[in-house]
């Protein structure tokens, strides 16, 4: 499987970015799509994460009530609207799809996307 990102780039806080996210699948099985991140010098951290219906969605605190996953399962693609963005916000983010969704942020995918760069100026 591999994961193509796209929609990243420099936005000033406040202001909005939709990245997406579109899936190389072969398969009719089910699974999780999700988003991550990671800022320079830091781990790379959970933002989000969908189930295979759509109706099941999880947010790290930093982002939720801000960030709006969505997944289009025609089209195996995963989108991540981030509004009010913040300077800390400020990351690449990668897509990520498959693996093991627990509960929670409790996400452990098997494919990963190349990232994205998002900056957010303050």
């Known amino acids: 499987v591999q994961l193509q990102a796209s929609g990243g780039g420099l936005v000033q806080a406040g202001n909005s970015l939709r990245l997406s996210c579109e899936a190389s699948v072969r398969t009719s099985s089910t699974f999780p799509m999700g988003w991550f991140r990671q800022a320079a010098g830091k781990e790379r951290e959970f933002v989000s994460v969908?189930?295979?219906?759509?109706?099941?969605?999880y947010y790290a605190t930093a982002v939720k009530g801000r960030f709006t996953i969505s997944r289009d399962n025609a089209k195996n693609t995963v989108s991540l609207q981030m509004n009010s963005l913040k300077p800390e916000d400020t990351a690449v983010y990668y897509c990520?799809?498959?693996?093991?969704?627990?509960?929670?942020?409790?996400?452990?995918?098997?494919?990963w996307g190349q990232g994205t760069q998002v900056t957010v100026s303050s």
């Open positions: 969908i189930g295979w219906s759509g109706g099941d969605t």
């Open positions: 990520a799809s498959h693996g093991i969704w627990r509960n929670g942020a409790n996400y452990s995918p098997r494919y």
